[in-house]
C-alpha cells in the first residue's frame, strides 16, 4: 500500500447528529469525498472486510481505513475515532451532537434502528454490522433499551471531549451551521445555504 490519504477531519459524531449534511458540507469545504454509512457498498449490514477488520481489533488497518477520503462522518467511522484520530494526528475531530440524549434516541427510534431489529431476526442472512456497531457502542447485546443508548451517548460524547486535545477538537450542533467548521478549517464560507438533508421526515 502506498502513503495514507490525507485526512483533514475524523468525524467523532453519532449517527443522527447532521452527519449527513456534514458529508455534503465537507466535500464542498474540502474538495475531497467524505466518508458516511450511506457511500459504502453493502450498508448498513454488510460493510466489507476492512472494517470486519477494524471490528475485529486489526491495529495494523487504520491508516488505510479512509484510502479515497478526505474526511469521515457518521458510522462506521465515528465508532473508530480515536483510532483514526490517531493514524491521522493532523486531522481535526469533529464532534456532531444533538441537543440532549433523548431527541438523539428519538431520532434514532424513527430512522435506523428499526433496521438494526430487522438484522436480530434468527433467519437474517444479510449481516449484522449495524448491530455490531450498537454493541460496540453501547457494550452489550442487550443494547435495545432507551436506558442503555441515551447512556451510551453521553458516555461517547464526553470520552471525545475528555480525549481530544482542545486545539483538535470542534464540537458542532446543527444550528450552528458553516461558520465553525469553515473557522476551523480555514477556509471562506460559502454564500449559499448550508446542505440540509437526511431530516427524520425523509425517512419512510
Not at 476492512?50 to 488505510?64: L, N
Not at 433523548?102 to 428499526?114: N, Y
Not at 433467519?123 to 448491530?131: R, V
Not at 442487550?142 to 470542534?170: G, I, K, M, Q
Amino acid at each position: 500500500m502506498g502513503a495514507p490519504s490525507q485526512i483533514r477531519v475524523v468525524g467523532a459524531g453519532l449517527p443522527r447528529t447532521g452527519t449527513q449534511s456534514l458529508r455534503v458540507a465537507l466535500e464542498q469545504l474540502i474538495g475531497g469525498r467524505c466518508c458516511h454509512m450511506s457511500v459504502i457498498a453493502g450498508h448498513p449490514f454488510d460493510l466489507g472486510p476492512q472494517w470486519a477488520r477494524a471490528f475485529a481489533g486489526d491495529p495494523t488497518v487504520y491508516a488505510h481505513l479512509l484510502d479515497g477520503f478526505s474526511a469521515a462522518v457518521d458510522w462506521p467511522a465515528s465508532a473508530f475515532w480515536r483510532e483514526l484520530s490517531q493514524a491521522h494526528p493532523d486531522a481535526l475531530v469533529l464532534l456532531s451532537v444533538r441537543d440532549s440524549a433523548r431527541t438523539w434516541f428519538e431520532s434514532c427510534d424513527a430512522t435506523f434502528l428499526p433496521y438494526a431489529r430487522m438484522s436480530l431476526a434468527s433467519d437474517w442472512t444479510m449481516g449484522c454490522d449495524l448491530a455490531r456497531l450498537l454493541e460496540r457502542f453501547t457494550g452489550t447485546a442487550d443494547w435495545d433499551d432507551p436506558a442503555v443508548l441515551s447512556a451510551a451517548y453521553e458516555r461517547h460524547n464526553d470520552a471525545v471531549r475528555r480525549s481530544t486535545p482542545t486545539h483538535r477538537l470542534l464540537e458542532w450542533r446543527a444550528e450552528d451551521g458553516w461558520a465553525p467548521l469553515c473557522r476551523a478549517l480555514g477556509v471562506a464560507a460559502p454564500q449559499t445555504p448550508f446542505p440540509w438533508t437526511n431530516r427524520r421526515g425523509d425517512w419512510k
